[in-house]
């Protein structure tokens, strides 16, 4: 049987090294994205370089239906899911608490929290034994601000990656019994372009002497710790939160 992957948020960044990876490794990659229809495409381009499939799907994980639409045509088109890397999300500009709206806080947790959620229960849905599946791996893409708060910056970024640590330990617990395994891995200070659209397109550079390892990540760093999880090498691991953050 293939092995299926669906990376959300897998047009650039972490989640489109991600996506290569997992190709590397034997997977079939679906790319979910949001936008950039040029960008995904160029993601499973190089997947089907190295010989795999891939499909590039557009949609929000924060709205049901077309989280629901993401899966219904992986089913059709790559047959069942058996990996899930839930890496989409969102940052606001930099700001205190106190300068905060609600739309814009809203948003950062229907995309984190909501979107990782309604992901993870459409792939349960298709890897459960519960419901006919032979199992699978979750893997969620949190943040090391889960546990910094980022401070100054993106507090309600930080508050929704703490969910989704909250979220990936109940939910190992809640599927350990039906062949599904659940981790996060949360990255720190990476080389992404998240950094320039949150209107700080120098905060590696800036950041980089508080890093114990004095530099930031690059993506293919977190790509492959992903992997990793996904893997049969980490059988035994699951309900854990997996640092990769040079330290800090």
């Known amino acids: 049987m293939a092995r299926v992957a669906v990376v959300t948020g897998a047009g650039r960044g972490i989640g489109a090294a991600t996506a290569i990876a997992l190709a590397e490794a034997g997977w079939d990659v679906a790319v979910s994205y949001v936008a950039d229809a040029a960008a995904a495409g160029e993601v499973t381009a190089r997947v089907h370089a190295l010989g795999l499939r891939s499909i590039a799907i557009q949609g929000d994980v924060a709205s049901e239906g077309d989280v629901v639409a993401l899966f219904a045509r992986v089913d059709a088109e790559l047959g069942p899911v058996t990996a899930l890397v839930n890496n989409a999300g969102i940052v606001a500009q930099k700001g205190r608490v106190d300068?905060?709206?609600?739309?814009?806080?809203?948003?950062?947790?229907?995309v984190n929290v909501i979107g990782t959620m309604l992901c993870a229960r459409e792939a349960i849905l298709r890897m459960s034994t519960r419901h006919g599946g032979?199992?699978?791996v979750i893997v969620n893409v949190s943040s090391a601000a889960a546990r910094l708060g980022s401070p100054g910056e993106y507090v309600d970024y930080a508050a929704s990656?703490?969910?989704?640590?909250?979220?990936?330990?109940?939910?190992?617990?809640?599927v350990a019994d039906e062949r599904i395994r659940v981790n996060a891995v949360r990255p720190g200070i990476i080389e992404t372009d998240v950094h320039a659209r949150a209107g700080q397109p120098d905060r590696v550079a800036r950041l980089a002497s508080s890093i114990p390892m004095q530099r930031g990540g690059d993506p293919a760093e977190v790509a492959h710790a992903i992997t990793w999880l996904c893997s049969p090498d980490a059988s035994?691991?699951?309900?854990?939160?997996?640092?990769?953050?040079?330290g800090r």
């Open 134 to 136: 032979t199992g699978g």
């Open 236 to 246: 035994y691991v699951t309900g854990a939160l997996l640092d990769v953050a040079g």
């Open 99 to 110: 300068e905060r709206q609600a739309a814009g806080m809203a948003r950062v947790f229907a």
């Open 161 to 174: 990656k703490g969910a989704v640590d909250t979220f990936t330990i109940g939910l190992a617990k809640e």
